[in-house]
């Protein structure tokens, strides 16, 4: 088991240790998860997947709570544009 | 409040009741609402907020179509709330014969000048990608329209407020008729006339009111913009609202202006308990996956139901109610409610004022069961 | 579908928490069959998990031994979101449906964060108190960063002296409940031994940093993230720049899964018998959907429960004096770190309450009840499905939630869809939507 996974978020590489999660992955690569109803930028608030605030598109399945999801070697996530 | 008397009483703050209140204020007449929750609730608060013409029947083309145009001349004062979206409506054939009804609407309405495309399955495509493959072909209706419902019957009401009316909220009733509405509590409003628009409840406000409680279900997902354009239901939904002793679902999605996709349409008779039937829900999102294979990866937020008012023949019941001057009905909407609540206030309104009506009135005579159930 | 979730399941225990673990393992110590099932990746819980990698030998990392070395199907990623009959659970994990069936079970659901809003808590880096310690835990790097931690509760602290081991600068902790209620906090301990050493740890661990009750957060600031915060303190309003503000109010339960299946709710809590039986045939309760009482309180409930739930009467009565105590702490608990007024008006007219749909305070000031606000502006119609903004409103308004309705949460369609429950096929052939 690698020590390091490399995904990408928004097309662009980013390591973090395996074993973190999704939003990890985010706050590393200096992005917000969403963006609300009204534009704002949101992240995650709960840590515990019952806000929805951390809601990120992986592999091209939307609204997943990236805080319960562990990364996964060439995983593709996005955020909405 | 309690000793002055009202021209009149609309029992029901749902879009009927809303639309009753917005109208008698308009025409200079005293009102007061009565309603025992909550402004656009019952089936207002839990229907698709769909405004469709149907064709099943002569009178119902005529009230749906009347108060399509009432609903378009009213959209530019309508607040933002109300979101009102003219997606239009695509009725969706998915084999050679109800392409064949999908022709036969295209000239009924043609005839009526209510535009409507008729779509080949390529077309049917273009215009609504995430259909599975393998549809006969659609009729796109481009004048139909989506509102939030709960919204639109409190701008009714804060219209009818800004003209005088007033709302009783959170009490419950219990009788009307002879010129009052009688609370349980004992207090007592008095009226000339009163309107019942309590729909699913409304036969037990005026005993013999044959309307029955025909439970729906519905589902909304999360957001999932540009998924779904139109309006989309199956010809086959006709056959489902057709029927009247069984339970049935039908293929009917609706795209909400904030993008969640709305999931239905379920009809049963004889529940009468708000709890989600599991066995419903299920076939229902089995048809509508049928229809539209990519909604089954969807994340569906919320699932809830709700009563529409049904009557026995598939017209609203808007007129007098016989043996008692002062008691109306406007109810027995279906799932038309929403529809035909602007028209169904003008025409009460007319009959009540003796101003001659836009459309026929005797096909929705409360007085046509009467005289059924007289002869019985 | 796996054939661990085509069995059927003696006990299923629902939370991989404190009194999930116990419950589960006692069960099993028991011989009868046991699953556990917890939405996130690993079990432990949240709030109050003690941290396994300070090497400390603690009640959960004892208790997350026992299990391992058990005979118990781990059931993690799994989410439930149904129960459509006595006796069977839905679940969703990752894509596939799961169905799990049961003769008795156990909710050990815990508790979430209470979130009250104010100016800027919507910005990234506001998250709660327990959230940011979960996220660090999930590998967020917290080492040179400032942190602010505020709210209210015992939390506040736990996550402080996590956070300071971890490298981070905690610039402030500020509790709001006042200097005398602490006090009284403080002269309570005294009746609870584990809690004073816990408390003096603490104290020493959190040496030097400040911390001042009577303290809330006012506003938080940033353009695209937080950049700095405004609090009252010693009657002042001050600002500190800092990169995390970790913010919650205290924990409210999870009872969302007790009340779709009909237990009876009392106060916000589920009502439990001694043998923390609820109200429903064969359902039992444990942890902090029954009081908010912390790690002991789970730990006992969850053993009571899972003895129970085996058929061990005997033994679980021989723990009701623990629990005894674990319920006169979370007593204390709850009157210690009550909400002050103050924070009911904090929110300026476009703050943002429900976080979903972005209903601002002052559309929601208008309503009377829960249900108009819901109708009028969609306030919790969104997928947190009132988690959030219910709490928050509760205590804004005073408004009372709504019934429970299946989803319990977001599930996909595909998942709605399967007929699980199997009933008679005659109601399937009566249903015809209609092809040609």
């Known amino acids: 088991m690698p020590s390091e996974i490399t995904l990408t978020v928004n097309g662009v590489a980013v390591s973090v ?12 690569a200096g992005q917000a998860c969403r963006n609300s109803v009204t534009g704002e930028a949101r992240g995650p608030l709960c840590g515990i997947g019952i806000c929805f605030e951390c809601r990120v598109a992986i592999n091209g399945r939307a609204h997943c709570r990236s805080c319960q999801i562990v990364c996964q070697p060439s995983m593709d996530v996005r955020t909405d544009e | ?63 749906t179509r009347y108060s399509q145009q009432l609903w378009q001349a009213l959209r530019t004062e309508l607040s933002d709330d109300v979101e009102y979206e003219q997606c239009g409506t695509i009725w969706v054939a998915s084999d050679e014969e109800e392409m064949a009804e999908v022709l036969r609407k295209h000239e009924y309405y043609g005839e009526r000048a209510v535009p409507t495309e008729v779509l080949d399955a390529k077309a049917l495509h273009s215009f ?112 489902s609202a057709h029927s009247v002793t069984s339970d049935s679902v039908a293929f009917n999605v609706q795209p909400r202006r904030t993008g ?117 | 579908m796996s054939n661990e979730s085509e069995k059927k399941f003696d006990v299923l225990v629902v939370g991989g928490g404190p009194a999930g673990l116990a419950a589960a393992a006692r069960a099993a110590e028991c011989g009868v069959r046991v699953g556990i099932v917890d939405d996130n990746p690993t079990l432990g819980g949240q709030i109050w998990r003690e941290s396994l990698e300070a090497g400390e030998s603690t009640d959960v990392v004892k208790w997350s031994g026992l299990l391992s070395s058990s005979a118990v199907t781990k059931l993690c990623g799994m989410r439930i979101f149904d129960r459509p009959e006595p006796g069977l659970l839905l679940g969703e994990e990752a894509s596939e449906l799961r169905e799990l069936r049961y003769a008795k079970l156990i909710l050990a659901t815990g508790a979430r964060e209470r979130f009250l809003p104010f100016p800027g808590w919507t910005l ?28 209210t509760g015992p939390l506040l602290l736990a996550v402080a002296a996590y956070l300071l081991k971890r490298g981070a600068t905690i610039q402030t902790i500020c509790e709001q409940t006042s200097w005398t209620s602490l006090t009284r906090f403080g002269a309570a301990i005294v009746a609870y031994p584990r809690k004073i050493a816990q ?77 923390q039986r609820t109200s429903v045939e064969g359902v039992f309760c444990a942890g902090e959907p029954t009081s908010i009482g912390g790690v002991e309180q789970a730990l006992v409930e969850g053993q009571i429960a899972g003895l129970a739930a085996a058929g061990e009467s005997t033994k679980a009565r021989s723990m009701f004096g623990k629990r005894r105590r674990a319920k006169r702490f979370a007593r204390l608990l709850d009157r210690i770190f009550q909400l002050r007024s103050e924070l009911k008006h904090l929110s300026a007219e476009e703050t943002m309450v429900c976080r979903c749909e972005d209903v601002a305070y002052s559309r929601l000031q208008a309503h009377t009840s829960w249900r108009t606000a819901k109708l009028e502006t969609r306030c919790g119609m969104g997928p947190c499905q009132g988690r959030v903004c219910g709490p928050a409103t509760e205590f804004l308004f005073g408004w009372s939630p709504d019934s429970v309705r299946p989803p319990i949460f977001p599930a996909r369609i595909e998942s709605l869809a399967t007929n699980a429950a199997h009933t008679n096929e005659a109601a399937e052939n009566a249903m015809s939507g209609g092809t040609a």
């Not at chain 2, 308009?26 to 656009?40: D, H, Q, T």
């Not at chain 2, 009460?348 to 409360?366: R, W």
């Not at chain 3, 009577?214 to 303190?233: C, D, F, K, P, Y």
Request: glycine share 12%.
């Open chain 1, 17 to 28: 240790s395996a074993g973190a999660t999704v939003a990890i992955a985010m706050a590393v």
């Open chain 2, 1 to 63: 409040m309690q000793s002055a008397t009202y021209d009149v009483v609309i029992i029901g703050s749902g879009i009927v009741g809303a639309a009753c209140a917005d109208e008698f204020t308009r025409r200079g007449m005293k009102v007061a609402i009565v309603e025992r929750a909550v402004v656009g609730g019952g089936a207002t608060a839990a229907g698709m907020g769909h405004i469709v013409v149907m064709d099943d029947s002569e009178a119902q083309f005529a009230l």
């Open chain 2, 128 to 239: 609504e990608p995430n259909l599975r493959s393998g549809m006969a072909g659609g009729l796109l209706v481009p004048e139909d329209v989506v509102i939030y419902p709960p919204c639109a019957a409190r701008f009714l009401v804060e219209r009818a407020q800004k003209r005088g009316a007033v709302i009783d909220l959170g009490r419950s009733i219990q009788e009307i008729g002879l010129r009052q509405v009688r609370f349980s509590d004992g207090s007592v409003l008095q009226a000339d006339k009163i309107v019942n628009a309590a729909g699913a409840w409304a036969a037990e406000l005026t005993p013999g009111v044959e309307i029955k409680k025909r439970k729906g279900h519905l589902v909304i997902t999360d957001r999932y913009p540009g998924f779904l354009r139109h309006q989309l239901v199956e010809l086959g939904y006709l056959k």
């Open chain 2, 260 to 376: 969640q996709i709305l999931i239905g349409s379920s009809r049963q008779y004889g529940a009468e308990h708000k709890e989600v039937d599991r066995d419903i829900l299920t076939h229902m999102l089995q048809r509508a996956q049928e229809y539209m294979p990519g909604i089954g990866p969807m994340s569906a937020v919320r699932t809830w139901t709700g009563f529409r008012a049904a009557t026995t023949d598939k017209l609203p019941l808007i007129g007098p109610w016989p043996g008692d001057a002062s008691l109306f009905l406007a109810t027995g909407h279906e799932g038309l409610g929403i529809t035909t609540s602007l028209a169904t206030a003008k025409i009460l309104v007319d009959q009540i004022t003796g101003v001659k009506p836009e459309i026929p009135i005797e096909p929705y005579l409360p007085s046509r069961t009467a005289k059924e159930s007289a002869h019985a």
């Open chain 3, 124 to 151: 990234p880096n506001v998250m709660g108190a327990g959230g940011l310690q979960a996220m660090v835990k999930a590998g967020l790097p917290i080492r040179g960063k400032r942190v602010i931690v505020a709210g």
């Open chain 3, 199 to 275: 408390t003096l740890q603490l104290q020493r661990e959190l040496a030097g940093i400040p911390f001042e009750a009577n303290a809330w957060t006012v506003a938080a600031h940033g353009r695209r993230q937080l950049e700095s915060v405004t609090i009252s303190r010693h009657g002042r309003m001050e600002s500190f720049a800092c990169d995390y503000l970790a913010c919650g109010f205290h924990l409210v339960p999870n009872v969302e899964l007790p009340l779709l299946i009909g237990c009876q709710i009392s106060g916000g809590f589920v009502q439990v018998d001694d043998m």
